[in-house]
């Protein structure tokens, strides 16, 4: 079976969860985690884990929220963390793309979250756009390892993360035309690759553009393959190995 690490599944874009995880466990596609990153994703996700042996969930403030998100909230955080199917933090992370206005305020909170996952010994998913000397910052001042999400740099910085003691999320960037990041992928040990979706977003080619899915992930693990000239039986046995040690799933 393959595991996406990583997916948004809010009522907003799916209204059939039963179905969608139906579709998940005929494409070979179970457990797959939710990644609950704002206020009322964190309870949605919550609810579906409760409901479905197969989901389970990280949860964890999305630099997007930085705003509306106060110390309350954060240790109402801490409270949702210690259920059972909550198996990390995250998205959590820093996001530059936009501008650098709320930069000191986005990395305080994301180093409280990180704080959090250290103490709560759980791994951490983390949200880097344009932003990845700051984010390798923060990460070094915590005792903290997991995902690097959606996973798109060079090979100098994977190598980097992968040194910290990361992995590396890969999803359907790499089957995008123009990405270089089969390239990189092609030079970093398969042991350090996670499978992901991100759905709603970032659907592969052929998809690209549509509404993305789970039952993708297969189409991803092929990519991979080729670009590692190993089977994708191979790619699913490690990436899902990997998955459940670093999520520490069953
Ligand atoms: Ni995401």
Same mark, same amino acid.
């Given at each position: 079976m393959f595991i996406d690490t990583h997916c948004h599944l809010s009522k907003e874009d799916y209204n059939d969860i039963s179905q969608v995880i139906l579709e998940n466990r005929e494409a070979g ?6 990644? /609950? ?5 964190? @309870? ?9 042996? &197969? ?32 198996? /990390? @933090? ?43 000397? &700051? ?6 001042? $915590? ?9 798109? /740099? ?19 960037? @790499? ?28 659907? =592969? ?10 039952? $993708?992930? =297969?189409?991803?693990?092929?990519? @991979? ?7 994708? $039986? ?17």
């Open positions: 596609v179970s457990p797959i985690i939710i990644s /609950g990153c704002t206020k009322e994703d964190i @309870i949605e996700s919550l609810e579906y884990s409760m409901y479905y042996p &197969d989901i389970f969930v990280t949860i964890g403030y999305h630099p997007s929220e930085v705003s509306k998100v106060s110390d309350l909230d954060l240790e109402k955080l801490e409270e949702q963390a210690k259920s059972d199917k909550v198996v /990390g @933090i995250g998205e959590i992370g820093l996001d530059y793309h936009y501008g650098k206005e709320d930069r000191e305020e986005q990395i305080k909170l994301f180093e409280k979250q990180l704080a959090l996952a250290q103490k709560l010994d759980l791994p951490v998913v983390i949200h880097s756009r344009d932003a990845t000397l &700051d984010t390798i910052s923060s990460l070094k001042k $915590y005792s903290v390892s997991g995902v690097i999400h959606c996973f798109s /740099g060079s090979l100098e910085v994977a190598m980097e993360y992968i040194k910290m003691g990361f992995v590396l999320g890969i999803g359907g960037v @790499i089957t995008f035309k123009n990405s270089k990041l089969g390239e990189v992928v092609s030079r970093i040990p398969l042991e350090k690759i996670v499978l992901e979706t991100d759905s709603p977003y970032l659907a =592969p080619v052929p998809y690209r553009g549509e509404k993305n899915s789970s039952k $993708y992930i =297969p189409i991803i693990a092929e990519k @991979i393959s080729s670009c590692k000239g190993v089977s994708t $039986y191979e790619v699913e046995q490690i990436t899902t190995e990997t998955a459940k040690f670093i999520f520490h799933l069953d």
